[in-house]
């Protein structure tokens, strides 16, 4: 039954795919995102990387029909730009698989944190937000909570375990073994 549960709670943490920084539907005129920036975090390059870990997942989860490429490069003195290519709202509204690219917005990704990316994106596009339903904000609470007596646990099994290995050494060093000491 124990691997029933741990399974169950792996399933509930993928909850963080579907909510969170990122959790947005996209209108119908976004055509194309595409992220260019450098493969290393120096120079500015660690907000861009970490937008693409952390919120490009939930936005491809809530926009499965857009196209979002990223390119890494190895310049590190190169930009960081986010493009979002978007289409007129006629040639949207008729769900066209190959619609123009009317216009382009694109956001300077370089020395600015993920949030404040997101934000820019989400203004930019005028995004609607993903906001959790009761049940979703219970299991999110179930979630925080499991991990909080988890950590609670960790650490006192921790305390067990010091324990236990300074009562044998002392036990070790009680009957005199040098060659039990060493190892």
């Known amino acids: ?46 907000g861009p990387r970490k937008f693409w870990r952390n919120c490009l997942p939930r936005l491809k989860y809530h926009n499965p029909a857009i196209p979002m490429t990223v390119n890494r490069t190895n310049d590190q003195s190169g930009p960081a730009l986010l493009t979002i290519h978007f289409t007129n709202p006629s040639a949207a509204a008729t769900k066209a698989g190959s619609a123009a690219t009317e216009r382009t917005e694109v956001i300077n990704m370089k020395h600015r944190p993920e949030s404040e990316i997101l934000d820019q994106l989400l203004a930019i596009t005028r995004a609607r937000v993903v906001k959790p339903t009761a049940e ?35 036990m070790i060093q009680a009957r005199g073994d040098p060659d039990a000491m060493s190892s």
């Open 136 to 170: 979703e904000s219970r299991q999110i609470q179930e979630i925080e909570d499991q991990n909080a007596r988890s950590e609670r646990d960790s650490v006192m099994m921790a305390e067990v375990n010091a324990k236990r290995k300074r009562e044998e050494a002392i």
């Open 1 to 46: 039954m124990v691997a029933i549960i741990k399974r169950m709670r792996k399933l509930r943490a993928l909850l963080a795919i579907r909510l969170g920084p990122g959790a947005a539907v996209l209108p119908p005129e976004v055509t194309r995102i595409q992220m260019d920036f450098a493969r290393d975090l120096e120079d500015g390059h660690y």
